[in-house]
T-cell receptor, first 109, second 114 residues
Framework: GQSLEQPSEVTAVEGAIVQINCTYQ??????LSWYQQHDGGAPTFLSY????GLEETGRFSSFLSRSDSYGYLLLQELQMKDSASYFC??????????FGQGTELSVKP | SAVISQKPSRDICQRGTSLTIQCQVD?????MFWYRQQPGQSLTLIAT?????????ESGFVIDKFPISRPNLTFSTLTVSNLSPEDSSIYLC???????????FGSGTRLTVV
């Protein structure tokens, strides 16, 4: 089977840094990605890690350790508009994207 | 990245009827995916739609309930048949991966069954 675990909710203040962790169990692992979804909106792609290490895209960074089946999304200089749900997702055989349960991030002033 | 037009954006349907959702992509893509997202929940993969072959369904989803068509490399439909209130959900199509390894999603169809 496949499973991904991430915290259900995280709260932080504007300007802070927050890390959202994701652990996974899956067969045929190709990579780990992160998606952001605002209420009523479609998921939007943030970052992908196919290899171990850190990927940086502006204020967002993502990390993967394949040996630990673990990754995280790091959000820096938090802004109110970052309040949203964040999903980790595994790409497996056949190019399928399997999602975690999502982390609701609340950014407070 | 690809741009997807998904229709309808929302609908209210009577139980026992069916709803067909369409996704049009602005470029040719090999695989299209259909997801369901129940309120406050994550996205669950329903099936993978490949052009020229039958869709591949995930565990818990069957063709009779969720027939899919994929007549060409830019278009797909998902039908949700014999509707019941439990089918009330958001349905999304997706394509990918793109050059950045990301997947693109349609804007979703919010279905309410009454």
């Amino acid at each position: 089977g496949q499973s991904l675990e991430q915290p259900s909710e995280v709260t932080a203040v504007e300007g802070a840094i927050v890390q959202i962790n994701c652990t996974y169990q899956t067969s045929g692992f190709y990579g780990l990605s992160w998606y952001q979804q605002h209420d009523g909106g479609a998921p939007t792609f943030l970052s992908y890690n196919g290899l171990d290490g850190l990927e940086e895209t502006g204020r967002f960074s993502s990390f993967l350790s394949r040996s630990d089946s673990y990754g995280y999304l790091l959000l820096q200089e938090l802004q109110m508009k970052d309040s949203a749900s964040y999903f980790c997702a595994v790409t497996n055989q056949g190019g399928k994207l399997i999602f975690g349960q999502g982390t609701e991030l609340s950014v407070k002033p | 990245s690809a741009v997807i037009s998904q229709k309808p954006s929302r609908d209210i349907c009577q139980r026992g009827t069916s709803l067909t959702i369409q996704c049009q992509v602005d470029s040719q893509v090999t695989m299209m995916f259909w997801y369901r997202q129940q309120p406050g929940q994550s996205l669950t993969l329903i099936a993978t739609a490949n052009q020229g072959s039958e869709a591949t369904y995930e565990s818990g989803f069957v063709i009779d309930k969720f027939p899919i068509s994929r007549p060409n490399l830019t278009f797909s439909t998902l039908t949700v048949s014999n509707l019941s209130p439990e089918d009330s959900s958001i349905y999304l199509c997706s394509v990918g991966p793109g050059t950045s390894d990301g997947y693109t999603f349609g804007s979703g169809t919010r279905l309410t069954v009454v």
